[in-house]
């Protein structure tokens, strides 16, 4: 297998997907032997398509499963979809619409067939765009939150805390979305601020009608539901008029003034009028001073009929025809701007209103309690660490959840209410008769269950539960939870109190909750702004490796990403790098005729030390950020070590031992390192770039098989994705620090390589800013403050001079500049390059004089950009920013030109 000149993701992401799950990689069965990883995947919703969140959110757990089976655990990732009962419930009525259909018209049991269609077609989708990516989810296990087991586990966890008292039904306040004709739970409310107004109103007393009492609110249509009004009983404004009755205008209600503590004096006139069966604090007040509960609102937003001037108006219809009334009876006092919060339906975006309705609930605060206790014990662990304390403060002020909806797509409530007698009874399976009567006519309950009832499950529904099964009692608690900051509140902390509720255990050990992908001007990516990046068409454009690494190499640890297409060439050209590097390495293999070279430890080079101690270094780094979640600095110390170590030093600097015929012994080293080291990075790579990893894998082990030269452990696996994950110092082990001189201190191969490299960039940059040719060989002087750094660097002249294409190099202590020679200073030596015979000094000052001049004017457009007020205001600051950078690396240059410059007229004066 001869890898190609360049890289295509096209002709192999596919090939190797398939081997892998043909190969029966990606599936897992519980062994006691081996130690278990287990992920669940947050599960997608069935009218989801691949968006970046779904990307980041899978190549994240990817990596772990990926980085843990390498590390020999018995890897489990499950995956699975969600039903998604209001999304996926709306796409089937917006379809139903086209031929002119409701859901109403054709009944609740066909329209549940049409949804199963439905999903049975398109519900899947994302799942297989999932494999486009290369995640390795155990398919043959794939879960569906409606599915036989997980519907059973449902109905069995509803009657075990109905059972304990937890759950009950009640008629309370709830967020009601008069869009998807549903209850919602607080979670499930998004809130955006409003510019809105504050009306501020006089009700008549009765006994005085020409005395008026003044109250504020910021939704006047409700006042029709009104049934008090409300002061605090320390306000000495409001203290006699306690128990007065008031005339609520344009119903002619009479209405009393109450006492209640919970009323702030400070808003508005310090007087709220009560209407319990649209405001939860005004439910509350209700239900403390045992006041009537009017609905004004049908169930869609519009008005009853219980004022006539305003039935069947929509609410905010209804409020602006009632100010204008309001306004002629005189009733208005004064209307303010007013800035508030309104919550929206999570989906639809509809404003939401609080609504007195009958509703199943959980009791939150015994299940939230024992979720505390088991933080305080240090059972759940979050990465980053801050999100404790979100999670925590979410469940120390959690309010019973509202679990029931008024939907056709989801699970049933598994109440079955008597038509005789009105008895409930609560089973997972249909009564045949009334407990109570003994009458076989039972309905189940209309409503269904929050979607995110059966997704709190689902760290056990998924292996089985209510049933004890292998897989409970292997994989579970499962080891990390990757998802998004966003649902820590819906399903993370959900998910611990069913856990720890049904199971006695924490649902995982392990949180990590990523960023969010934004655009490059850091807004959210949606539809509405047409800013999305679609993974699907940058996998076609860059492949899927590219898109992996990229989006890893951004991911500061739990921070937001800000993304532009751009930015996945990033991805792109690592990949192409790490290809050429291997395409060299391989060529270089050859026939078996070095086999009878026997290689002691002493043949090693000094460059070959450095290299394997540079990869042991590595490999602990990386094998510890992963332990840590730290995503991005694992690619990032992997990019710095193949990038800047391998292929930019090592690489270059054993050429020369590979073209040499002369030293076999030499030239088989080399090769064994590099194949070595090869090996290791293919290794180390897989679980972010899996693709191109198993490619080069594969063509290296069909060359090492027909060569024989060497032969690593890992070559006799069927493929890379089972491979060891690298250790540090095994295969290869070598010194790891060098004697340089009887008697002398030992120093490490990292400290002298950091000055033998910083002496070669000083080099070079000194051939660069004089244009002295690459051929053109250098006379170099290296001054040192000391004997120890001098020694550091006498027994690798050579290694200067093949670097640098040194003619002849000096180290000395304290040396004197040279006449007609440039210098350049790097941690505490000194490079001086001899220019005699090199350079024309009086052309080479003409050259930089005009380089300078160059400079000078890019920074003359620079500094009016940034003296330029409106440039300042107006531009974004990543624009402005780039600016200023741009102005320091220019005024570096110069002031480097200069001197030069200073240098040149020295040594032309004397």
Not at 558 to 582: C, P, S, T, Y
Not at 719 to 742: F, G, T
Request: aromatic residues 10%; hydrophobic residues 40%; charged residues 30%.
């Amino acid at each position: 297998m001869e890898l190609p000149t360049k890289y295509n993701p096209k002709e192999i992401e596919d090939k190797w997907y398939d081997f892998w799950e043909k190969s029966g990689f990606f599936h897992s069965e519980p062994n006691v032997k081996k130690n278990p990883y287990s992920i669940v995947i947050p599960p997608p919703n069935v009218t989801g398509v691949l968006h970046m969140g779904h990307a980041l959110n899978t190549i994240l757990q990817d990596i772990l499963i990926r980085w843990r089976r390498m590390q020999g655990y018995n890897t489990l990732w499950m995956p699975g979809t969600d039903h998604a009962g209001i999304a996926t419930q709306n796409v089937v009525e917006r379809e139903l619409l086209k031929s002119g259909l409701s859901r109403e018209e054709i009944g609740r049991e066909k329209f549940i067939e049409k949804v199963w269609k439905w999903k049975n077609e398109y519900g899947s989708e994302i799942l297989k765009q999932l494999r486009k990516i290369g995640c390795s989810c155990d398919w043959e296990r794939e879960r569906f939150t409606m599915d036989d087991g997980l519907s059973k586990a449902v109905r069995e966890a509803f009657v075990k805390l109905h059972g304990k008292g937890l759950i009950y039904k009640g008629k309370y306040i709830i967020n009601w979305c008069p869009r998807c004709l549903t209850a919602l739970s607080d979670d499930e409310v998004e809130h955006e601020d409003h510019e809105g107004h504050l009306w501020f109103i006089r009700y008549p007393f009765r006994d005085s009608p020409h005395l008026f009492f003044n109250i504020a609110t910021t939704r006047p249509e409700t006042m029709l539901g009104d049934v008090a009004v409300a002061v605090n009983p320390n306000d000495e404004r409001y203290k006699e008029m306690i128990g007065e009755i008031l005339i609520l205008p344009v119903v002619g209600r009479e209405i009393p003034i109450i006492a209640d503590e919970s009323v702030d004096p400070a808003f508005g006139t310090g007087a709220v009028k009560i209407t319990p069966a649209h405001d939860q604090n005004d439910f509350e007040i209700g239900r403390r001073h045992k006041l009537e509960s009017i609905l004004i609102m049908n169930e869609d937003g519009t008005m009853t009929g219980d004022v006539m001037d305003y039935k069947g108006m929509d609410r905010f219809e209804c409020r602006e025809a009632l100010v204008e009334e309001l306004k002629e009876e005189k009733h208005i006092v004064k209307v303010e701007p007013y800035s508030h919060s309104v919550g929206h339906c999570y989906r639809c975006r509809t404003v939401i209103e609080p609504y007195l309705s009958s509703q199943w609930f959980i009791k939150m605060k015994p299940l939230a309690k024992a979720a505390i206790e088991a933080q305080d014990k240090g059972l759940v662990t979050f990465y980053p660490e801050r999100w404790t304390k979100v999670y925590l403060s979410w469940l120390e002020n959690v309010r019973d959840w509202c679990i029931s909806r008024q939907i056709w797509w989801g699970h049933r409530i598994p109440a079955w209410h008597c038509k005789d007698c009105g008895e409930t009874a609560i089973s997972t399976e249909k009564p045949d008769t009334c407990l109570k009567c003994g009458n076989s006519e039972l309905v189940q309950d209309e409503d269904v269950l929050d979607t995110w009832f059966s997704s709190a499950l689902w760290p056990f529904s998924t292996m089985g539960w209510p049933d004890e099964t292998k897989e409970l009692d292997y994989y579970y608690p499962t080891s990390t939870l990757v998802t998004d900051r966003g649902i820590i509140y819906f399903w993370v902390a959900r998910m611990v109190m069913m856990g720890l509720e049904l199971k006695s255990d924490v649902p995982f050990h392990h949180v990590y909750i990523h960023g969010t992908i934004l655009d490059d001007l850091g807004r959210k990516m949606s539809k509405s702004l047409g800013n999305g990046i679609d993974p699907l068409v940058m996998i076609d454009q860059y492949g899927a490796d590219a898109l992996r690494t990229s989006i890893i190499m951004l991911t500061v640890e739990g921070q937001d990403i800000k993304l532009h297409e751009n930015r996945f060439e990033m991805g792109r050209n690592f990949i192409n790098k790490v290809w050429n590097a291997a395409r060299f390495v391989m060529m270089n293999l050859t026939s078996g005729k070095f086999l009878a070279v026997q290689i002691e430890e002493d043949d090693y080079e000094f460059e070959d030390v450095w290299i394997l101690n540079r990869l042991s270094v590595v490999t602990e780094a990386s094998t510890n950020a992963l332990k840590k979640y730290r995503f991005n600095e694992t690619i990032k110390s992997l990019y710095e070590f193949i990038w800047n170590e391998f292929c930019d030093w090592y690489l270059e600097i054993v050429k020369p031992r590979l073209y040499d015929s002369a030293d076999a012994k030499s030239r088989v080293v080399a090769l064994k390192i590099l194949t070595h080291v090869l090996d290791n990075i293919l290794r180390f790579l897989h679980p972010f770039a899996p693709f191109f990893t198993e490619e080069i894998w594969q063509s290296l082990k069909s060359l090492i098989e027909n060569n024989r030269l060497i032969s690593p452990e890992s070559m006799v696996n069927k493929s890379l994705m089972i491979c060891s994950w690298p250790e540090p110092n095994v295969s290869i082990n070598v010194r790891d620090s060098v004697s340089l001189s009887e008697g002398a201190n030992r120093y490490t191969v990292n400290e002298i390589m950091s000055l033998l490299q910083n002496a070669v960039r000083a080099v070079r940059n000194i051939r660069r800013a004089m244009d002295i040719p690459l051929k053109q060989a250098l006379k170099v002087l290296i001054s040192v403050h000391d004997k120890e750094t001098k020694e550091k660097l006498d027994n690798h002249h050579a290694f200067l001079s093949r670097m640098a294409n040194i003619d002849t190099v000096e180290v000395g202590v304290n040396m004197k500049k040279p006449v007609s020679a440039a210098s350049e200073v790097v941690d505490n030596i000194q490079i001086f390059v001899s220019l005699k015979g090199l350079i024309d000094l009086r052309e080479e000052k003409k050259r930089q004089l005009n380089h300078i001049k160059k400079l000078e004017s890019h920074l003359d457009i620079v500094r009016k950009k940034l003296f330029n007020e409106n440039f300042i205001k107006n531009a974004p600051v990543s624009i402005v920013n780039a600016e200023k950078d741009k102005e320091m690396e220019l005024l570096g240059q110069i002031n480097k030109v200069k001197e030069i410059l200073d240098d040149l007229q020295k040594d032309d004066s004397v």
